[in-house]
T-cell receptor, first 111, second 118 residues
Framework: LAKTTQPISMDSYEGQEVNITCSHN???????ITWYQQFPSQGPRFIIQ???TKVTNEVASLFIPADRKSSTLSLPRVSLSDTAVYYC????????????FGTGTRLQVTL | GAVVSQHPSWVICKSGTSVKIECRSL??????MFWYRQFPKQSLMLMAT?????????EQGVEKDKFLINHASLTLSTLTVTSAHPEDSSFYIC??????????????FGPGTRLLVL
């Protein structure tokens, strides 16, 4: 299983764009990259998933360079409610591959 | 998106009793579900992989006789904590893999179950 490395914590002001980078040097050819958001005492919530280049949905963008050894989750104009822990996971879709959680990034958004 | 539910959301029990936690995929079928445990301020730790119609696969260090997993249908997996002790107090979270044709294939997580063993 590919190991991921993220910053332990980040701080941001409300209204700013936040970029959280995840390193996954040992990513395999069939691995996808998935990001989750977790609030205290809740289960992780799916944010976005991608394989290469750029993926965008209504809440975030995911940038993946050509070598796929890292990825960046971009949250546009964060609000206080975006304060949470964000996890980057790497795993194979199309199989029953298990996902291993790293430490995650604790994002604190303030006024 | 796909929805996964858990029941109960929290439970308090006496030491030595058994507690069952249910995990349901509400709008999709899941041949594979996963059970995690999370302690305060820590990341999720995978306990086991639950396979519909077959035995669960446990991670190293997880006692299969203590954490009984049953995946009897494509929408339901249960985790039973047998003879619970205070050190089993934790936040238990399940996830289910959505492989429905036409949907983004990924894992969706339940809301979690808080277990407190007195």
């Amino acid at each position: 299983l590919a190991k991921t490395t993220q910053p332990i914590s980040m701080d941001s002001y409300e209204g700013q764009e936040v970029n959280i980078t995840c390193s996954h040097n040992n990513i395999a050819t069939n691995d996808y990259i998935t990001w989750y958001q977790q609030f205290p005492s809740q289960g992780p919530r799916f944010i976005i998933q991608g394989y290469k280049t750029k993926v965008t949905n209504e809440v975030a963008s995911l940038f993946i360079p050509a070598d796929r050894k890292s990825s960046t989750l971009s949250l546009p104009r964060v609000s206080l409610s975006d304060t949470a822990v964000y996890y980057c996971l790497v795993g194979i879709t199309g199989t029953a591959s298990k996902l291993t959680f790293g430490t995650g990034t604790r994002l604190q958004v303030t006024l | 998106g796909a929805v996964v539910s858990q029941h109960p959301s929290w439970v308090i029990c006496k030491s030595g009793t058994s507690v069952k936690i249910e995990c349901r995929s509400l709008d999709f079928q899941a041949t594979t579900m996963f059970w995690y445990r999370q302690f305060p301020k820590q990341s999720l730790m995978l306990m086991a992989t639950s396979n519909e119609g077959s035995k669960a696969t446990y991670e190293q260090g997880v006692e299969k006789d203590k954490f009984l997993i049953n995946h009897a249908s494509l929408t339901l997996s249960t985790l039973t904590v047998t003879s619970a002790h205070p050190e089993d107090s934790s936040f238990y979270i399940c996830s289910a893999r959505d492989q429905t044709a036409g949907r983004l294939e990924t894992q969706y997580f339940g809301p979690g179950t808080r277990l407190l063993v007195l």
